[in-house]
């Protein structure tokens, strides 16, 4: 099995945080897309969209998205549970993992695709050129993150983690939304105070360095 990583982009660095809080080492090839490692043809055949992370199995089969992924692993190694432990805990973790993923990953993604110099001409992960940077969607990327910074502050207040009483997946994908849109320059509200408890306590866990 290998991971097809690259230590700056937020997607893997989902994957590694979910790996590091189960205990769980996976061998690493890097695949630097900032030099457009992902257009290369042999990394085509191991993801036609062109996208990272990547699981790569024994028998050659290939898990080409970060949840697919971190459900692969969550089979294999169940404890600790970061996808919940019976039915009610999977499916609550679950409206939350996708509304963060939604609301925060993709608001993250609009805002800094669309700001970055080095996104330019490909606002669409995986697209070699061809999506050129739209400047209003940098202006409602800042808005979106604004409503998930409002949305999680509410949940957050009666939370500990953003499922619940138990920290999962839903704060790895939330979290990692976060560090994305620093990319854009922005970061938690001041107002939002159950939002920066939050991630100030999720900061402090040994798996955020990986
Ligand atoms: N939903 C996918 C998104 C993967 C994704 O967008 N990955 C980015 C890195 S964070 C990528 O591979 N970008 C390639 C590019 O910029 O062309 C997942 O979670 O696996």
């Not at 070699?128 to 509410?154: C, N």
């Not at 939370?159 to 922005?186: Q, Y």
């Amino acid at each position: 099995m290998k991971l097809y990583d690259f230590e700056l982009a937020p997607n893997p660095r989902r994957v590694r945080i979910f790996l590091a809080e189960k205990g769980v080492t996976i061998p690493t090839v890097e695949v630097n897309t900032r030099e457009r490692a992902q257009f290369s043809p042999e990394f085509g055949k191991i993801n036609p969209f062109r996208t990272i992370p990547v699981l790569e199995l024994d028998d050659g089969t290939c898990i080409g998205d970060s949840v697919a992924i971190c459900r692969y692993i969550e089979v294999l190694h169940p404890e600790p549970p970061l996808m919940g432990r019976d039915a009610e805990a999977q499916a609550v973790i679950e409206m939350w993992e996708r509304r963060a993923e939604l609301e925060g990953m993709n608001a993250a993604g609009e805002l800094v695709r669309n700001f970055a110099p080095m996104f330019e001409d490909r606002a669409i992960a995986g697209v070699p050129s061809g999506f050129p940077q739209i400047p209003a969607l940098v202006e409602r990327g800042k808005k979106r993150m604004a409503r998930f910074f409002e949305m999680w502050d509410q949940q957050l207040a009666d939370n500990a983690f953003v499922a619940g009483p138990v920290f999962s997946i839903a704060d790895i994908t939330a979290f990692i939304a976060v560090e994305f849109a620093k990319r854009a320059e922005i970061t938690i509200p001041d107002h939002c105070k159950h939002f920066a408890r939050w991630y100030e306590s999720i900061s402090q866990r040994p798996s955020a360095k990986a």
